[in-house]
């Protein structure tokens, strides 16, 4: 399993962002994360989509203002990020995680496999 996420940027607070992940491999059963590194902090989980699609999961802090969704060939996973916080400034990663049930949301760093690298978006205030 491949993954390349793209889509960050700058942008002011309560401005908007749509992060883009594109999968390629053996996608099949997998379900996919986003995650995300402030400087200084440890990664912490943002949202997922299970393979199916059907479930999702976000962290409390982006419930609201983030959808995570996926397209119909299930090639690329997206981020959609609004009313955006300087708090939510970091390095965005996906990632995919092995659900072989289909409507597995995995919220833990362990549950992850396969890595994209990392997108900056920076949030001025």
């Known amino acids: 399993v491949q993954l390349q996420a793209s889509g960050g940027g700058l942008v002011q607070a309560g401005g908007s962002l749509r992060l883009s992940c594109a999968t390629s491999g053996r996608t099949s059963s997998y379900a996919v994360g986003w995650f995300r590194q402030a400087p200084g902090k440890e990664r912490e989980f943002v949202a997922v989509?299970?393979?199916?699609?059907?479930?999702?999961h976000y962290t409390h802090s982006v419930e609201g203002r983030f959808t995570i969704s996926r397209d119909k060939w299930k090639t690329a996973v997206y981020l959609q990020m609004n009313s955006l916080k300087p708090e939510d400034t970091a390095v965005y990663y996906c990632?995919?995680?092995?659900?072989?049930?289909?409507?597995?949301?995995?919220?833990?760093?362990?549950?992850?496999?396969?890595w994209g690298q990392g997108t900056q978006v920076t949030v001025s205030s």
């Open positions: 990632a995919a995680a092995w659900d072989q049930t289909g409507r597995g949301t995995p919220n833990q760093i362990r549950d992850y496999s396969y």
């Open positions: 989509l299970s393979w199916n699609r059907c479930m999702t």
